[in-house]
């Protein structure tokens, strides 16, 4: 079973999880709830948008930007580098599904992304 999340829920559980915690100074590795409602509103193809090959394009580079500067932090942290080569491997297949099926988009979302391909 797939689950898909739309905005409003984000949104909703953005508020409950933030609501009776501080989190001042704490670096997450994995994107906030918030974070992820902005990429997701910057990328998306329509009004309901959460789940195309775009928009997971883009949330995968801003938690694989994340987790390279974790890394920079902390170089002996072989368990986070695991999972960031396998969302590097992740959306290096996303890539290549765009690039096969619509090059225009693909080549715009390389510029957009600032990505070397």
């Given at each position: 079973m797939q689950v898909r999340f739309t905005l409003d829920l984000l949104r909703k559980n953005t508020q409950k999880l933030h609501k009776n915690t501080i989190y001042a100074n704490i670096i997450y590795m994995a994107l906030t709830p918030k974070e992820k409602i902005k990429v997701i509103e910057?990328?998306?193809?329509?009004?309901k948008d959460t789940g195309s090959t775009e928009v997971q394009i883009a949330v995968l580079s801003q938690e694989i930007s994340r987790l390279t500067n974790h890394l920079k932090k902390?170089?002996?942290?072989?368990h986070s580098r695991r999972g960031l080569f396998g969302m590097v491997a992740r959306r290096k297949k996303f890539l290549d599904y765009l690039k096969e099926n619509n090059i225009r988009k693909y080549n715009s979302l390389i510029k957009k992304l600032g990505l070397k391909r």
């Open positions: 910057k990328y998306r193809v329509h009004d902390f170089p002996k942290d072989n």
